[in-house]
């Protein structure tokens, strides 16, 4: 079995919504703490941010629930009041009583103000103005079903304002760890939440729900991640330093492996040139290139390190430690063969991307020669024609936990935060931004897996090394470039500034 466990790593862990409650009950009994200080310090944290921001004296509109979430928004709404802001407050009512900590604030505020209002109807809703400012503490972790009625119609009513949106600790409507596809949901401007990522917002259908992200440390206990088992986990810099390899004083090529790379056809050279020149980039000993022979030219004037396969005269995979194969290879029968060919004789984990994928894809019966431990580099769309059409995000990202089960393979499922499945678990990759959405992208990652396989890593920190540096050779080459301007080389070129940002953490 591939699967490697990285367990040093916890506070990255990754919680389901009854984890999140536990972590905020281990707290308040280990700190200890009471319920209603916990919650102080979450709204204060949220109060600090929001009062950082250049607002202008604009007036505050803050929505509450009658569970925890509407207490964080009453507290907040207090702590504005204290610092004299403008500050009227809405709660939706059902008839239930608030929660024990969300009584305790409404009395507090009720000494500061009497701008406090409850919504039975729709026609208690107040008019947004694009002026205001928007705090939305309707529904948090604690949400168990879509909202409807009143809750859906007063979502609606925030989203159809142009008022700015600060939603706290979620936005109202959205589940943490499933789909809110085609329910009612705040669309925030800023989502301030609590401690760590959760898995709502490393998926793509809830970014412009989300808006921008920031995550508060609210000081929960981290003796509590210890024993608690995830199924997800970002991937943090000390995770990956404990991957990294620094290089050894007394070594030589060899030492470093033997990387082929099987890409290029006509009209698709560069990704193959792209993939050959990151994992030179990425420390291979040797990379070796199998192209066909018209383009043995172009290869030896832009990449000289590289050696060259003729593809006419064959596939050899002699003293190779690591295959990538599929970067701008084409879809025709040669290439078809080839990737038979490369399945069946070679018997090391290689990294299969772009057209090898597609032709897997359509000639199913070739996943069944997958050498275990190979690391298979699809996007969404290759992901689909390998694995069927998934519903939303959330099923697609189970598939691939799945999938990678059952291969025995690792799958990086391209993104924004892309998804490193194994054996049935998945990491999330926080490096990168939006440059990397270009041609060139993917050809480049596979060449920078593709040597650290090389290079001997396992596959699956040969995975999450290469992803991470990938994204932050990216993040770094913002230093010259813009989010426009980046194409594949530049970030190739910053792969050494990416390994020195490995030492310095
Ligand atoms: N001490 C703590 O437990 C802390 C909790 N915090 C806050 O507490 C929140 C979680 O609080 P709760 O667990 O009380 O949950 P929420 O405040 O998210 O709301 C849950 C309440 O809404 C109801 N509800 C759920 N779905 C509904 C729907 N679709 N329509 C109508 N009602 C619905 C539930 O029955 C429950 O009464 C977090 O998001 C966070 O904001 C923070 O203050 C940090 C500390
Ligand atoms: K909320």
């Given at each position: 079995?591939?699967?490697?466990?990285?367990?040093?790593?916890?506070?990255?862990?990754?919680?389901?919504?009854?984890?999140?409650?536990?972590?905020?009950?281990?707290?308040?009994?280990?700190?200890?703490?009471?319920?209603?200080?916990?919650?102080?310090?979450?709204?204060?944290?949220?109060?600090?941010?929001?009062?950082?921001?250049?607002?202008?004296?604009?007036?505050?509109?803050?929505?509450?629930?009658?569970?925890?979430?509407?207490?964080?928004?009453?507290?907040?709404?207090?702590?504005?009041?204290?610092?004299?802001?403008?500050?009227?407050?809405?709660?939706?009512?059902?008839?239930?009583?608030?929660?024990?900590?969300?009584?305790?604030?409404?009395?507090?505020?009720?000494?500061?103000?009497?701008?406090?209002?409850?919504?039975?109807?729709?026609?208690?809703?107040?008019?947004?103005?694009?002026?205001?400012?928007?705090?939305?503490?309707?529904?948090?972790?604690?949400?168990?079903?879509?909202?409807?009625?009143?809750?859906?119609?007063?979502?609606?009513?925030?989203?159809?304002?142009?008022?700015?949106?600060?939603?706290?600790?979620?936005?109202?409507?959205?589940?943490?760890?499933?789909?809110?596809?085609?329910?009612?949901?705040?669309?925030?401007?800023?989502?301030?939440?609590?401690?760590?990522?959760?898995?709502?917002?490393?998926?793509?259908?809830?970014?412009?729900?989300?808006?921008?992200?920031?995550?508060?440390?609210?000081?929960?206990?981290?003796?509590?991640?210890?024993?608690?088992?995830?199924?997800?986990?970002?991937?943090?810099?000390?995770?990956?330093?404990?991957?990294?390899?620094?290089?050894?004083?007394?070594?030589?090529?060899?030492?470093?492996?033997?990387?082929?790379?099987?890409?290029?056809?006509?009209?698709?050279?560069?990704?193959?040139?792209?993939?050959?020149?990151?994992?030179?980039?990425?420390?291979?000993?040797?990379?070796?290139?199998?192209?066909?022979?018209?383009?043995?030219?172009?290869?030896?004037?832009?990449?000289?390190?590289?050696?060259?396969?003729?593809?006419?005269?064959?596939?050899?995979?002699?003293?190779?430690?690591?295959?990538?194969?599929?970067?701008?290879?084409?879809?025709?029968?040669?290439?078809?063969?080839?990737?038979?060919?490369?399945?069946?004789?070679?018997?090391?984990?290689?990294?299969?991307?772009?057209?090898?994928?597609?032709?897997?894809?359509?000639?199913?019966?070739?996943?069944?020669?997958?050498?275990?431990?190979?690391?298979?580099?699809?996007?969404?769309?290759?992901?689909?024609?390998?694995?069927?059409?998934?519903?939303?995000?959330?099923?697609?990202?189970?598939?691939?936990?799945?999938?990678?089960?059952?291969?025995?393979?690792?799958?990086?499922?391209?993104?924004?935060?892309?998804?490193?499945?194994?054996?049935?678990k998945g990491w999330f990759n926080t490096t990168g931004n939006a440059g990397l959405a270009k041609g060139g992208?993917?050809?480049?990652?596979?060449?920078?897996?593709?040597?650290?396989?090389?290079?001997?890593?396992?596959?699956?920190?040969?995975?999450?090394?290469?992803?991470?540096?990938?994204?932050?050779?990216?993040?770094?080459?913002?230093?010259?470039?813009?989010?426009?301007?980046?194409?594949?080389?530049?970030?190739?070129?910053?792969?050494?500034?990416?390994?020195?940002?490995?030492?310095?953490?």
């Amino acid at each position: 079995m591939y699967t490697f466990i990285i367990n040093y790593c916890e506070r990255m862990k990754i919680l389901s919504a009854q984890q999140i409650h536990g972590w905020d009950a281990y707290t308040i009994a280990n700190e200890p703490i009471t319920s209603v200080n916990l919650m102080e310090r979450a709204a204060t944290a949220c109060t600090d941010y929001i009062t950082q921001q250049n607002f202008f004296n604009k007036p505050f509109k803050v929505f509450c629930g009658k569970g925890n979430n509407g207490g964080d928004g009453l507290a907040v709404a207090r702590q504005l009041l204290q610092q004299h802001f403008d500050v009227s407050v809405y709660i939706i009512e059902f008839g239930a009583a608030g929660t024990g900590d969300f009584q305790t604030n409404l009395q507090r505020l009720h000494e500061l103000t009497v701008n406090i209002h409850f919504i039975q109807d729709e026609g208690f809703f107040p008019v947004i103005n694009k002026n205001d400012i928007v705090i939305d503490a309707l529904f948090g972790s604690g949400l168990n079903r879509p909202l409807k009625d009143l809750s859906a119609a007063l979502v609606q009513h925030i989203n159809q304002s142009e008022a700015f949106v600060i939603s706290i600790d979620v936005p109202s409507g959205m589940f943490i760890d499933k789909s809110s596809i085609n329910n009612a949901v705040v669309r925030a401007n800023v989502t301030l939440t609590f401690q760590q990522y959760k898995l709502c917002f490393l998926v793509a259908e809830n970014a412009e729900n989300t808006g921008k992200l920031i995550i508060l440390d609210i000081g929960l206990l981290p003796g509590f991640l210890n024993d608690i088992e995830t199924v997800f986990q970002t991937a943090d810099a000390a995770s990956i330093q404990h991957i990294y390899k620094p290089r050894k004083p007394f070594s030589h090529k060899g030492s470093y492996g033997h990387a082929l790379i099987i890409a290029g056809n006509t009209g698709k050279m560069g990704a193959a040139l792209m993939a050959a020149h990151a994992c030179l980039r990425a420390g291979a000993g040797l990379t070796t290139l199998n192209i066909p022979s018209a383009f043995l030219n172009a290869v030896h004037s832009h990449l000289p390190e590289a050696m060259c396969q003729l593809r006419e005269n064959g596939l050899s995979f002699e003293k190779i430690n690591a295959v990538g194969i599929g970067p701008g290879l084409g879809t025709g029968d040669d290439s078809l063969q080839l990737i038979e060919q490369t399945l069946n004789e070679y018997k090391l984990p290689s990294v299969i991307d772009a057209d090898a994928l597609n032709i897997i894809s359509t000639h199913k019966r070739l996943s069944r020669l997958i050498t275990p431990g190979s690391i298979l580099t699809p996007h969404p769309k290759e992901f689909e024609r390998l694995f069927g059409k998934a519903e939303n995000d959330f099923e697609r990202i189970d598939t691939a936990l799945k999938k990678s089960a059952e291969l025995n393979c690792v799958i990086i499922l391209k993104g924004t935060y892309t998804l490193i499945a194994q054996n049935g678990k998945g990491w999330f990759n926080t490096t990168g931004n939006a440059g990397l959405a270009k041609g060139g992208s993917g050809d480049i990652l596979t060449g920078i897996v593709t040597a650290l396989l090389a290079q001997k890593y396992h596959p699956f920190e040969a995975a999450l090394l290469g992803v991470y540096l990938h994204g932050l050779a990216a993040d770094i080459a913002l230093e010259k470039q813009s989010q426009e301007s980046m194409i594949a080389s530049d970030v190739v070129n910053c792969l050494g500034a990416a390994f020195g940002g490995l030492l310095m953490g």
